[in-house]
């Protein structure tokens, strides 16, 4: 249960936990263990430090790091401050980093000692750098934590946060090759709070473990992280995952829930110590991010054997939207099913005017409710045309069926998920041109076992090269994040396009697709 008197915002939640149990752990990093009071504590310090260094209400702080235990008072210290925490995604190229920071406009960057060297890099052009500070770790261009939070007071800072204050701001690929920052308000988190002790998957009971597996700069780590602190879990938090380590956690830590997207649950199923172990304390495996094969599913269910919940939304909802029971796992026809609408939350079919479908009529997917970001970040035309008529439009193309269950088919956008991280073509396909020896190129999802769909390109050669495809994906993997270039690189003659010039993707997707019930992964 979240006690929602005592937890109005995210920013309540050590405060309230602190009072209720304050010597329980809170988090476990490794060997590191915070209880309920010093998270507390050290979020306020971290709240005063903020205001000491000029951060006012509205202001935005980012982080460029791992998973890491410094990550939750960083973020609670934030919200207390009344300031939006802008996590930036770790696996990103310096460059894109770059246009991140030069959106949100951070005047404080925290980062982890992984990424001294690509932070500088990304700092190097902008005209209003941030002011650099080492979470961990230790470098001479960058302030140290500790330094930084010295003498800062661990009493709460007097100024209340409110539910209309920006909280978080997450950044998703954009169609255009830009990122775009979603803002999320306390407001939308109260919304979540309260369904989620409603909605299986995240409700946990008090002391239970929650496993951290999924990024702290994704809307899967931070929401299982907010659930499971605001309901008295014990979080364990992990750094890189790994499948045998998971393996292992989840027994040795007396793991109760947990949440991973799809390509993990496959990799440590290949585990060989996976299967006819025994997990004693496990309830549920949340999963989400990206779609998951049948046959996957199946013997995942075998393998642990705890409930399964599958969760469908999008970071511009606050990562809700439908959920899949456990007991819907069971039902006849219902396991290729996204699940129906949360608690509070609206969802519909839509043609291409807006106006709501019937079951089985085929149309776009559309959210509404309290869940439902505030904006994207500077950016007035996009946040109009995804909250068109007051429903957040997902891309996604899917029915409803007579139970109110709905289906993912395909997607109208061109993003490909995979391994639950979102690539959008035009991003990867503005990377690739440049490359000596291509004239053209198109970039698509294809099938993929293990991440659900890998990024594939199609290149139309030059008259004169015909460069080598590991040369395409090494031009592409210098230019931006690893998971977004291509993994296979084909040649074609031409590229399809219709008389306006636009590639037909959809053309191009379907000899990979043929035979399969839906054209995602």
């Not at 209720?20 to 209880?35: D, I, L, N, P």
């Not at 460059?95 to 060297?117: H, Q, R, S």
């Not at 007396?254 to 996976?274: E, G, R, S, T």
């Amino acid at each position: 249960m979240i006690d929602l008197d005592a937890i109005r915002t995210l920013a309540d939640i050590p405060a309230a936990q602190a009072r209720a149990r304050g010597q329980a752990t809170a988090v476990k990093f490794g060997a590191r263990e915070t209880s309920f009071a010093e998270l507390d504590a050290r979020s306020n310090r971290v709240a005063n430090a903020l205001i000491a260094s000029g951060i006012a209400p509205g202001d935005r702080v980012s982080a460029l790091t791992k998973n890491h235990d410094g990550w939750y008072p960083l973020f609670f210290g934030t919200a207390r401050a009344r300031a939006c925490f802008a996590p930036i995604n770790c696996r990103l190229a310096p460059g894109e980093i770059g246009f991140i920071l030069g959106d949100a406009g951070p005047k404080l960057l925290f980062v982890g000692e992984d990424f001294f060297d690509c932070a500088l890099a990304a700092v190097a052009g902008l005209a209003s750098p941030p002011r650099l500070i080492a979470l961990y770790g230790a470098h001479p261009a960058f302030e140290p934590f500790e330094a930084w939070l010295a003498g800062a007071s661990d009493a709460p800072p007097a100024d209340v946060p409110q539910l209309a204050d920006d909280v978080l701001q997450l950044y998703t690929s954009g169609t255009t090759g830009l990122p775009k920052g979603v803002v999320l308000t306390n407001a939308n988190y109260r919304t979540f709070l309260e369904a989620a002790t409603e909605v299986d998957g995240f409700a946990y009971g008090e002391d239970e473990t929650v496993m951290i597996v999924m990024p702290l700069f994704h809307v899967a780590g931070t929401n299982v992280s907010f659930s499971g602190l605001a309901q008295g879990g014990r979080l364990v938090l992990v750094k890189d995952f790994t499948a045998p380590d998971a393996i292992r956690m989840l027994r040795e830590e007396d793991v109760a829930h947990a949440f991973l997207a799809p390509a993990m649950i496959q990799m440590m199923l290949l585990q060989p110590d996976a299967d006819g172990a025994a997990y004693p304390e496990l309830k549920s495996i949340a999963y989400g991010a990206s779609p998951i094969a049948e046959d996957v599913l199946r013997r995942a269910r075998a393998t642990f054997g705890c409930d399964f919940v599958q969760f469908y939304g999008m970071t511009e909802s606050a990562g809700g939207g439908s959920y899949l029971s456990p007991a819907a796992h069971d039902l006849p026809g219902k396991l290729t099913s996204c699940g129906q609408p949360w608690p509070g939350a609206a969802m519909a079919i839509l043609d291409s005017e807006g106006n709501e479908l019937g079951e089985g009529e085929i149309g776009e997917i559309a959210i509404r409710g309290g869940i439902v970001m505030k904006e994207y970040w500077n950016r007035a035309a996009a946040t109009e045309e995804t909250l068109a008529g007051g429903w957040l439009h997902t891309g996604d193309v899917g029915y409803r069926d007579a139970d109110g269950f709905y289906y993912v088919h395909d997607r109208i956008k061109d993003m490909i998920v995979s391994g639950g991280e979102n690539v959008y073509p035009a991003e990867v396909e503005s990377a690739i041109m440049g490359c000596p020896g291509v004239a053209d190129v198109a970039v698509i999802g294809i099938p993929d076992d293990k991440w659900g769909e890998a990024v594939m390109a199609l290149v139309v050669a030059s008259a004169d090269l015909r460069p080598e495809p590991a040369d395409v994906i090494a031009w592409a993997r210098e230019r931006i994040a690893a998971y977004k270039a291509p993994k296979r690189v084909d040649y074609i003659d031409a590229l399809p396009r219709n008389p306006l010039g636009k590639v037909l993707r959809r053309e191009l997707r379907a000899p990979y697709w043929e035979g399969r019930d839906r054209a995602v992964g």
